[in-house]
């Protein structure tokens, strides 16, 4: 069976290879990938494939019933597909190997797109496992939009009508689970076609996560379009009146009835493969050891409504999927209830006295508009007392909170962070309020002032925070500050070096002699200038004659992660407004870790300086003056007290950290700084899971772009060679006359 599988697709396969139909069709693919995938990328920055995956449903759309138009209907037009069913072959032998023969054509034409990936590989690390992924996720639908396209070919002689045929309904099956669809339909039918919908389960697959539950339903949808294509096949053979037409048409029917019941109740179904980096949709193991570690019971309770707004499905999937491994990491000492609100009156009151109260969705009827009420929401409840998310908004940082909530109700006692005042520093009342406050979840935040009265930093404090200041300090509380490190404390200082006029746009040094000199006796120090980054520059928003125009500004960084340290360990970029670079002369290279530099185009501006944006940086800044600047370091003291000293405190400050793209980077850093520094590291893993893809930055202009063209330009051309010396060496053989003895043969 498989030998004549095997045969009838290689004749498939090299029928497309011999029509220059075919390469027309892959250049025309390959070209509008390229083009719209590499101008949405390079306006992102990112090295990812999700521009072009983004696209590719609605480019497969046409692109796969314009393959699958001819493989039935021009068979039946040519009066060869009874002549093929008549040879001693079976008619699913036959499907089976034109459906094969079909699909690796289009993988072939897929196979074109490896090119963007490598490309890409030239300006950031690309994230191969969910770059596996992807591509796996697109031959799924690839499978099914095939079983597809061969139905519409079985149904008619006309390949026209076929391939319209062909796109309705696979346009049919994209419509079903949109939500500008979903929205109109009554709210049982709207759960069944959520589910039906082919993007949802094709989106969920690129996330770099290979589901069970989506591998089942596009097996399914694949599985009931050949049965309706072998059903088509067969008909014409048998006589209607005949008892094995019945039988045909039942088992054909059970056969989608089939695939229908799997592609809903599959949604039940647990086993995943996540290839994404570090696991991100995958519990974390300082989370299963929270959880193992538990002596008495937790008590999860999870408050939904059974008829949300279709759009949060994917939301209340997620939701459940990481409580059930919750569930399951915590054996029996975790009680997992999902309860139902809108149902349940006992339920209702509960979630009301907790403090979760039902949200106003807005949901778009079959006429007109409406408002309908809804529970998402979450309790923790351990040894009497209880904690809450009232609405569960989105899950990328689910796993921490729910985390950090068991861990903070379980935990007898909590470390204490202290932020110094008196010198204009951000505290928790001015420029620090986000960061302190998320602090607060974790530990005890108080203000701490050295005045005359102070002799020593209290022994119940783990971690000091200078962030920032306008005023140096005294010399008597650098020493105060000194003892407390020489004592094994530890010291978070997040200063610059510069001090910003955005009046006159101008800068200049700012020194901090107290504090230099406590940094300058382990051998760190605080440049006073500023530093610039010409290939990580940030984005500022500009005036011109036009409106506002949005350019790249060295000044502002994107600072990278230098290092494997536990503070940046997965972490994305973070947001430096006008930072210093760091001065390191330690002796002992083993006490300091870089933690944030620039890239290799970066470097430093020394004052006076010119901070306007509109500024030529060609002419303030010279090529041979570019070097790496390192940011933010981490050291340890040879008795135990830690530093980790940062070269400016904006990242961290209220108003960037509300407006910057990078903005969750950087309190990230924050957090995992401080759980570093009170050597508290069980959830900084957890916490600094980035799911934003890496930057792509490339060494150079030419690079950049040989990186698009080659793509854009080389690979279609390699498909247009390959096809004109295939296709002209068909034609040398079908006109080259063979001579034996003198006869045409």
Same mark, same amino acid.
């Given at each position: 069976m498989m030998r004549s599988i095997w045969t009838i697709a290689r004749r498939e396969l090299r029928s497309y290879f011999d029509h220059a139909t075919a390469y027309i069709l892959l250049v025309i693919f390959l070209v509008i990938n390229f083009f719209f995938f590499f101008r949405d990328a390079y306006l992102l920055g990112e090295a990812s494939l999700r521009p072009m995956l983004g696209l590719l449903p609605w480019l497969l759309l046409f692109f796969v019933p314009a393959v699958c138009m001819r493989s039935l209907a021009e068979e039946r037009e040519a009066g060869t597909l009874e002549l093929v069913l008549a040879q001693p072959v079976e008619v699913v032998e036959f499907l089976l190997g034109k459906f094969l023969g079909v699909l690796l054509f289009l993988l072939v034409a897929m196979a074109g797109t490896l090119g963007v990936p490598l490309g890409l590989s030239f300006g950031a690390d690309i994230q191969v496992g969910v770059a596996i992924a992807q591509y796996f996720g697109s031959a799924l639908l690839i499978a099914a939009l095939v079983a597809v396209g061969l139905w519409a070919s079985s149904l008619t002689r006309n390949q026209v009508t076929a391939f319209i045929l062909g796109v309705t309904i696979a346009f049919v099956l994209y419509m079903v689970g949109l939500p500008s669809v979903v929205l109109g339909l009554p709210s049982f039918l709207a759960v069944l076609a959520s589910r039906l919908g082919i993007l949802g389960h094709f989106e969920s697959v690129t996330r770099g996560v290979i589901d069970l539950r989506d591998v089942l339903y596009f097996a399914a949808v694949t599985a009931a379009f050949l049965a309706l294509t072998y059903f088509s096949?067969?008909?014409?053979?048998?006589?209607?009146?005949?008892?094995?037409?019945?039988?045909?048409?039942?088992?054909?029917?059970?056969?989608?009835?089939?695939?229908?019941?799997?592609?809903?109740?599959?949604?039940?179904?647990?086993?995943?493969?996540?290839?994404?980096?570090?696991?991100?949709?995958?519990?974390?193991?300082?989370?299963?050891?929270?959880?193992?570690?538990?002596?008495?019971?937790?008590?999860?309770?999870?408050?939904?409504?059974?008829?949300? %707004?279709?759009?949060?499905?994917?939301?209340?999937?997620?939701?459940?999927?990481l409580l059930r491994d919750f569930d399951a990491a915590g054996g029996a000492n975790v009680n997992?209830?999902?309860?139902?609100?809108?149902?349940?009156?006992?339920?209702?009151?509960?979630?009301?006295?907790?403090?979760?109260?039902?949200?106003?969705?807005?949901?778009?009827?079959?006429?007109?508009?409406?408002?309908?009420?809804?529970?998402?929401?979450?309790?923790?409840?351990?040894?009497?007392?209880?904690?809450?998310?009232?609405?569960?908004?989105?899950?990328?940082?689910?796993?921490?909170?729910?985390?950090?909530?068991?861990?903070?109700?379980?935990?007898?006692?909590?470390?204490?962070?202290?932020?110094?005042?008196?010198?204009?520093?951000?505290?928790?009342?001015?420029?620090?309020?986000?960061?302190?406050?998320?602090?607060?979840?974790?530990?005890?935040?108080?203000?701490?002032?050295?005045?005359?009265?102070?002799?020593?930093?209290?022994?119940?404090?783990?971690?000091?925070?200078?962030?920032?200041?306008?005023?140096?300090?005294?010399?008597?509380?650098?020493?105060?500050?000194?003892?407390?490190?020489?004592?094994g404390g530890s010291l978070l200082v997040l200063q610059t070096g510069v001090q910003v006029d955005q009046q006159s746009l101008f800068a200049g040094p700012l020194f901090n002699p107290a504090l230099d000199s406590l940094l300058s006796t382990r051998?760190?120090?605080?440049?006073?200038?500023?530093?610039?980054?010409?290939?990580?520059?940030?984005?500022?928003?500009?005036?011109?004659?036009?409106?506002?125009?949005?350019?790249?500004?060295?000044?502002?960084?994107?600072?990278?992660?230098?290092?494997?340290?536990?503070?940046?360990?997965?972490?994305?970029?973070?947001?430096?407004?006008?930072?210093? %670079?760091?001065?390191?002369?330690?002796?002992?290279?083993?006490?300091?870790?870089?933690?944030?530099?620039?890239?290799?185009?970066?470097?430093?501006?020394?004052?006076?300086?010119?901070?306007?944006?509109?500024?030529?940086?060609?002419q303030v800044i010279s090529p041979e003056d570019v070097s790496t600047e390192t940011l933010a370091v981490a050291y340890t003291e040879p008795d135990g007290g830690r530093i980790v000293l940062v070269g400016t405190p904006s990242f961290i400050e209220d108003g960037v950290l509300r407006s910057s793209p990078n903005g969750l980077a950087g309190m990230v850093f924050f957090q995992n700084a401080v759980d570093w520094l009170a050597q508290d590291e069980a959830l900084i893993s957890i916490r600094s899971k980035d799911r934003s893809p890496p930057q792509l930055l490339f060494s150079s202009e030419i690079t950049r772009d040989v990186a698009k063209y080659a793509n854009l330009i080389g690979v279609p051309l390699l498909f247009v060679l390959f096809g004109i010396m295939r296709l002209a060496r068909r034609r040398r053989v079908q006109t080259t006359v063979f001579e034996r003895g003198g006869a045409l043969v």
């Open positions: 096949l067969m008909r014409e053979r048998l006589s209607r009146s005949r008892e094995a037409y019945g039988r045909l048409r039942m088992g054909t029917a059970g056969m989608v009835a089939i695939a229908i019941f799997a592609a809903l109740a599959g949604s039940q179904l647990r086993g995943r493969v996540d290839l994404t980096p570090g696991q991100l949709y995958t519990l974390s193991s300082p989370t299963e050891d929270l959880l193992g570690g538990l002596d008495d019971l937790v008590t999860i309770k999870f408050f939904r409504s059974a008829e949300l %707004p279709p759009e949060l499905t994917p939301l209340r999937r997620d939701i459940e999927d997992l209830i999902q309860l139902s609100p809108d149902d349940e009156e006992e339920a209702a009151q509960e979630a009301s006295l907790l403090g979760i109260d039902a949200t106003r969705f807005n949901v778009i009827g079959q006429d007109e508009m409406s408002f309908r009420d809804g529970y998402l929401g979450l309790a923790i409840q351990y040894a009497g007392e209880s904690d809450v998310i009232p609405l569960v908004r989105q899950t990328y940082d689910l796993e921490y909170r729910l985390a950090s909530m068991i861990r903070g109700m379980t935990q007898t006692e909590r470390s204490v962070v202290a932020l110094l005042t008196g010198h204009g520093e951000f505290d928790d009342r001015t420029g620090l309020t986000l960061g302190a406050g998320r602090l607060g979840e974790e530990y005890t935040v108080q203000p701490l002032a050295l005045d005359s009265t102070t002799t020593a930093v209290p022994d119940s404090i783990d971690v000091v925070v200078i962030a920032g200041g306008t005023q140096p300090l005294q010399e008597s509380e650098a020493q105060i500050l000194g003892r407390y490190l020489d004592g051998g760190l120090g605080v440049v006073p200038s500023i530093a610039y980054d010409l290939r990580a520059a940030g984005d500022v928003q500009v005036r011109s004659g036009l409106g506002f125009l949005i350019i790249p500004y060295p000044l502002w960084i994107d600072a990278q992660p230098a290092s494997d340290h536990a503070i940046v360990s997965g972490l994305g970029p973070v947001t430096f407004q006008w930072g210093s %670079p760091l001065q390191i002369e330690v002796e002992d290279s083993t006490r300091v870790t870089p933690l944030l530099t620039t890239t290799d185009l970066g470097g430093r501006l020394q004052g006076p300086i010119s901070i306007d944006p509109n500024q030529d940086w060609q």
